[in-house]
């Protein structure tokens, strides 16, 4: 294997014909279409030349991909979002193929929208296109994930398939940041809204009895957790105290039926890196979920210089923890090539240079 491979479970990309039909439909959106206009200032977005170039920077930086934001069942409605899906996991799958060394695998996304027409889709991309995994997002259209009708969608990938869920957050500027208003203010709805999408997402699983019921699940956050590597005592503590503070329902039941503390359940799930090069942050997280459930991520190429910063960052983050060598290659890529099931070349052999025999000096026979 190559020691310096790193494989990156989580940048971003629209296919070509994908991302024309996103701006064809952002004509009729004008929150898309400002979207549009920032995505057109980031080429390795949808250039794929441009994003080869970017990644030669890095030796050894491979990518997993996923589809960009926004969620499929965003774009279109329940019956013109499952057609929206396959020209995404297509465009994915073409692009894996034609550049298997660059692109290991990518990752499937679903009209969430639709669940029967999510679960053909599923079969159709895992079986015949080779997707990896599933991406879905932390709400369906404000609907959430514990509801009883996207249940198939995780029995599915915990059971049959035995492959990750990556989740992304979701949230625009209509989530006001008070009661009182009709929007968020100052992008805060991206800055916090997000962590605090995923933490709730993660949340709802635990409390929603979702990961005693499927342990086998293997759930991808994106941002390192989100809330819950910080807010680690917090959950502990007070979440060993649950109900307490609630007089309109019983949550006693809920802790009498976990076989263990719900903190241990919050562990059960997977973290990416991305969180923007703090080695800080990093640090809280492996500590949280331990190096076994800690995948490098970059979420690429969204970042101020459009594609390296954060692979950059990144790297220098996890390098700068000085970590044990098992752990470090787990974090890299041992992780992901467990989970995914990946087969990669091996790295070529370095060719044996022949060794010189050392010259023997000749010395002359002195007179007797």
């Known amino acids: ?141 404000g609907r959430p994930l514990d509801d009883p009708e996207f249940y198939p969608i995780f029995e599915r990938m915990a059971g049959k398939y035995d492959l990750p869920v990556w989740v992304h957050p979701t949230r625009t500027a209509k989530f006001a940041d008070y009661v009182s208003e009709s929007k968020s203010k100052y992008e805060i709805y991206w800055l916090f809204g997000w962590p605090y999408e995923t933490s709730v997402f993660m949340a709802r699983l635990v409390f929603s009895g979702m990961m005693e019921r499927l342990p086998n699940l293997k759930i991808i956050t994106h941002h390192l957790g989100a809330m819950a590597p910080f807010f680690d005592a917090r959950i502990g503590y007070g979440m060993d105290q649950l109900g307490t503070r609630t007089s309109d329902e019983d949550y006693s039941v809920i802790l009498k039926r976990m076989a263990k503390r719900p903190v241990d359940y919050f562990r059960m799930f997977y973290a990416d890196t991305s969180v923007n090069g703090s080695a800080s942050a990093t640090r809280c997280g492996l500590d949280f979920f331990g190096s076994d459930h800690v995948l490098f991520g970059t979420d690429c190429p969204f970042d101020p210089e459009g594609g390296p910063l954060f692979v950059r960052e990144i790297i220098k983050a996890v390098d700068s923890l000085k970590l044990k060598d098992d752990d470090r290659r787990k974090v890299y890529f041992g992780n992901a090539i467990r989970m995914l099931r990946l087969e990669l070349p091996a790295a070529p052999k370095r060719e044996a240079r022949p060794r010189s025999r050392p010259s023997r000096k000749k010395t002359s026979k002195k007179a007797k």
Do not use: C
């Open 1 to 141: 294997m190559n020691p310096n491979l790193k494989l990156d479970i989580f940048p971003h990309i629209f296919p070509q014909a994908f991302f024309e039909r996103v701006k064809a439909i952002a004509e009729q959106s004008p929150t898309l279409a400002a979207q549009i206009k920032r995505w057109l200032h980031i080429p390795v977005l949808w250039d794929l030349e441009a994003r080869l170039r970017m990644m030669e920077r890095f030796p050894g930086y491979k990518q997993i991909l996923t589809l960009s934001l926004p969620a499929i069942e965003f774009l279109a409605p329940h019956d013109q979002s499952p057609e929206l899906a396959r020209l995404a996991n297509d465009g994915m799958a073409e692009i894996v193929a034609r550049h298997p060394d660059h692109f290991p695998a990518f990752v499937a996304s679903l009209p969430m929208n639709n669940v029967p027409e999510a679960l053909r889709e599923m079969e159709r991309a895992i079986e015949k296109l080779g997707a990896k995994g599933i991406q879905i997002f932390t709400n369906v259209n």
